[in-house]
């Protein structure tokens, strides 16, 4: 089936506006992430969505980050008032949990967001 | 806190040549290891992961990892590199679901 996809894939922004990003996890998985990856640097965890349990927002840099997942599927992640620093690649995975064990993640091609 | 290492931000390696990345992991117990790959404007792809028994794993494109806990360490490696192997890797440990941290990550380069 298909796989992880995320829109749009490029994402230019003024500086204060608000963008959302979206994510279609893989048909039946139950936990999705959110990262985001900066020039050079590795994946820094954002949010975590499992199954109808309250998110882990632990890695969401200010209050500025929100995101949801309707229906146990599709998730947006909401950025207000962007920085210039919020610039970087942000990353969806999806991955199918048994008894809440890490499991393979299945990750999308990523939304570059640019905040001029 | 649990932490990852690479050591290495950027490898250069012959084609043909053969590969060691390293990957360092701080936590108490053994947490799930897993190695991806990230080719130039790709997503991230499973390479091969451990979660117990036998300590070598093998996964796709050749590559294999060991799994060496007295080192806390996962290396990752392939015997004879190819030119299409060049991309970014990536180490990641996990205790849960909702706790895989990944390494910042290892450039790999291939002189032809």
């Known amino acids: 089936g298909a796989g992880v996809s995320q829109s749009p894939s490029n994402k230019v922004t003024e500086k204060g506006k608000d963008v959302e990003l979206r994510c279609d996890p893989i048909?039946?998985?139950?936990?999705l992430y959110w990262y985001r990856q900066s020039l050079g640097q590795g994946l820094e965890f954002l949010i975590y969505f499992q199954g109808n349990s309250a998110p882990d927002k632990s890695g969401l840099p200010s209050d500025r980050f929100s995101a949801e997942r309707t229906g146990g599927s599709v998730s947006t992640l909401t950025i207000q008032r962007t920085q210039q620093e919020d610039s970087a690649v942000y990353l969806c995975?999806?991955?199918?949990?048994?008894?809440?064990?890490?499991?393979?993640?299945?990750f999308g091609p990523g939304t570059r967001l640019t905040v001029l | 806190a649990q932490s990852v290492t690479q050591p290495d931000i950027h490898i250069t390696v012959s084609e043909g040549a053969s590969l060691e990345l390293r990957c360092n992991y701080s936590y108490g117990a053994t947490p799930y290891l897993f190695w991806y790959v990230q080719s130039p404007g790709q997503g991230l792809q499973l390479l091969l992961k451990y979660f117990s028994g036998d300590t070598l794993v093998q996964g796709i494109k050749g590559f294999e990892a060991e799994f060496k806990r007295s080192q806390s360490s996962f290396n990752l490696r392939k015997p004879s590199v190819h030119w299409s192997d060049a991309a970014e890797y990536f180490c990641a440990v996990a205790t849960s679901a909702s706790d895989m941290r990944f390494g910042a990550g290892t450039r790999l380069t291939v002189k032809p």
């Open positions: 995975a999806s991955s199918f949990l048994s008894a809440g064990r890490a499991d393979t993640q299945y």
């Open positions: 048909s039946g998985h139950t936990a």
